[in-house]
């Protein structure tokens, strides 16, 4: 009786041709694994609703509406400068502040504030909106977004991250235009 136990070149190149395809199935299914995983493998706090802070109250002199940057909580490293994202902060009295995303109503255009009018004004289809960021004309049909903030230790900060779009859940409030 004869016991071989030695492996043949057909069976060695068997095995390792499984082993590679394994090798490479893992690489596929990781990162969708990672994806499918990350709700539960990061947590429950939403990094992406963070409070940021906009600078000291004092930045923003009472009845005037200025440019503010700030930085989107949720950075990737390739993301660049485009974490730095503006809002416009208008400072009503005291400690009372209405904070607009930038973007118009409409598609999302960069809206620029006229103090000269107290307009804020759509260069890509003419819209325009109050000092208080309703709407005044144009194709929007809502006013601007408002981020919701806070004042804490003489610093405005707001609740960051989401993007500025309409509907159900959006964090962001917006601007009705005044009923007639």
């Known amino acids: 009786m004869k016991n071989d136990t030695s492996l043949s070149r057909r069976g060695l190149f068997m095995k ?6 394994a090798c490479v199935a893992g690489a596929f299914a990781l990162p969708i694994m990672d994806y499918l995983m990350s709700s539960i493998t ?3 706090k939403n990094r992406y609703l963070d409070w940021v802070s906009l600078g000291r ?12 940057t700030f930085r989107n909580p949720l950075v990737m490293p390739s ?9 416009w902060v208008r400072r009503v009295e005291g400690d009372k502040f209405q904070v607009f995303a930038i973007n118009c109503a409409h598609l999302g255009c960069p809206v620029r504030w006229f103090p000269q009018s107290g307009l804020f004004m759509c260069p890509c289809h003419g819209g325009a909106y109050y000092r208080d960021g309703s709407r005044a004309s144009g194709p ?9 903030y806070k004042v804490e230790n003489g610093l405005i900060r707001i609740q960051a991250g989401e993007m500025p779009t309409p509907g ?4 962001l409030q917006r601007k009705e235009p005044p009923c007639a």
């Open 16 to 21: 390792l041709g499984i082993l590679f395809n």
């Open 42 to 44: 990061r947590g429950r």
């Open 57 to 68: 109250v004092d930045k923003f002199p009472e009845g005037e509406t200025r440019l503010a």
């Open 79 to 87: 993301d660049g400068e485009t974490v730095d994202t503006p809002c």
């Open 140 to 148: 929007p049909e809502r006013g601007l977004f408002e981020y919701p």
């Open 168 to 171: 159900p859940g959006a964090s």
